[in-house]
């Protein structure tokens, strides 16, 4: 970063620098730690290796960087994740979040069009006749969420049922409660659904 040349233009911007308190993200250094303990799983550019991992291309950093930071402090478990998360500093979770946010990745064409077109559906509309909200009213029309909610467009199908289910049955609880009372009211083929479309869309 060039630094303003008029002193008092480089003085606001050091204070603006302090008052939001974000030093610029080290993707270089982020990159070492994915090539060191993350690529296995995930692979170097966030496109995950198998359905059960989830994509991390195009997520939200912020998002990323307090699923890093549940499962440090235990309060997202996982498979395998909360070891994987030890010894990071808080500004390596950031680098992280930074890094994966900035990747590129591929929908997924679906396999079924007529289940994505239901998923589509539930997606956009919800289901009025059992209570479920639409899930576009927080994940956004397109699914590509928000700084800190969660991106579903493109995320491994897989990944995206299984995740509904753990918010179902309370196995993952640091969403507190919201996807739980969503998740509560789907029926199998409607998770099969929302994860067949989520998966395709850009
Ligand atoms: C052995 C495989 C494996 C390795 C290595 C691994 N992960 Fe994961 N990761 C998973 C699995 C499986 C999940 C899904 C949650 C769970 O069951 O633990 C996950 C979930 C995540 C999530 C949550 C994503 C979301 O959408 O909520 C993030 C973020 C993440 N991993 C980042 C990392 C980072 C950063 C590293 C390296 C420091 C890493 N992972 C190493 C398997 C792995
Ligand atoms: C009232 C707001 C709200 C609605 C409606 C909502 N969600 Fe969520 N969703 C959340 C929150 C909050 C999280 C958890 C964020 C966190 O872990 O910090 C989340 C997380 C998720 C995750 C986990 C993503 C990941 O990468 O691990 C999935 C999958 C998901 N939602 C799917 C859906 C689907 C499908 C619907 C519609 C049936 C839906 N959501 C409706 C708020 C909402």
Redesign the pocket.
């Known amino acids: 970063m060039t630094s303003p040349r008029h002193p008092l233009l480089a003085a606001l911007a050091a204070l603006l620098v302090l008052a939001f308190d974000a030093p610029a993200a080290d993707l270089e250094r982020a990159g070492k730690?994915?090539s060191?303990?993350?690529?296995?799983?995930?692979g170097m550019s966030g496109e995950?290796s198998s359905e059960?991992?989830?994509?991390?291309a195009t997520?939200n950093a912020t998002?990323?960087?307090k699923?890093?930071k549940d499962?440090q402090t235990g309060r997202?478990?996982?498979?395998?994740?909360?070891d994987?998360?030890a010894g990071?500093t808080d500004q390596e979770?950031a680098d992280?979040?930074a890094f994966?946010a900035a990747q590129k990745a591929d929908p997924h064409p679906p396999a079924d069009a007529d289940l994505a077109a239901v998923g589509k559906y539930l997606y956009a509309r919800g289901n009025s006749h059992s209570g479920v909200a639409a899930c576009s009213s927080c994940h956004g029309p397109a699914a590509h969420g928000t700084e800190k909610l969660?991106r579903l467009a493109g995320?491994q199908a897989l990944?995206l049922e299984?995740?509904l289910k753990?918010f179902n049955k309370r196995s993952r609880t640091n969403d507190s409660a919201v996807m739980h009372a969503v998740a509560s009211k789907l029926t199998e083929l409607e998770i099969k659904a929302l994860a067949e479309y989520l998966a395709s869309v850009p």
């Open positions: 730690i994915v060191g303990r993350c690529f296995l799983c995930h995950s059960v991992f989830p994509r991390l997520q998002y990323l960087a699923q890093l499962f997202r478990k996982g498979t395998t994740m909360n994987m998360v990071l979770i992280l979040g994966f969660p995320q990944y299984n995740q753990d």
